[in-house]
């Protein structure tokens, strides 16, 4: 019995190398095409209110602004032109949210942050409370 299970882990052991051989060069190929590491970081110049609509994408679920919010938006995969992690981190007086999402913001049915444009921002900003 040792020796058949010895030889029906070579067998698997074989079958996995195989495998790995034969996806080796589209995984490399893959690693090569990959946007930059790091991240990317913005901020949006005014605050948000009750009014806003906010949404990861033009038809994403709402994301809730209850009052005076600064947005800061951070991509995680900056060049990437497709679905890849984001965040969005809400900032008012009640406390700090993070949402996290996978596509480019829209407020209020316009793309945010996609021309890759610095914001000048003024700091530091006073959020009024509820």
């Not at 589209?26 to 806003?52: C, H, I, N, R």
């Not at 602004?65 to 969005?88: K, N, Q, S």
């Not at 009640?94 to 890759?116: A, H, I, M, Q, S």
Request: hydrophobic share 50%; glycine share 10%; aromatic share 8%.
């Amino acid at each position: 019995m040792p020796t058949t299970l010895r030889r029906g882990a070579f067998a698997a052991a074989a079958a996995v190398l195989s495998a790995l051989a034969v996806c080796g060069p589209s995984l490399l190929a893959q690693e090569k095409a990959a946007p930059p590491a790091g991240a990317q970081v913005f901020v949006y110049p005014e605050k948000l209110t009750a009014k806003d609509h906010l949404a990861f994408a033009q038809k994403g679920l709402p994301i809730k602004i209850t009052g005076e919010t600064t947005l800061v938006w951070v991509d995680l995969m900056p060049g990437a032109r497709f679905a890849h992690p984001t965040e969005c981190v809400l900032i008012s007086a009640e406390g700090t949210r993070v949402v996290k999402g996978d596509w480019w913001l829209v407020l209020n049915g316009k793309d945010l942050f996609r021309d890759g444009k610095a914001y000048a921002v003024g700091f530091p900003n006073q959020l009024a409370g509820k």
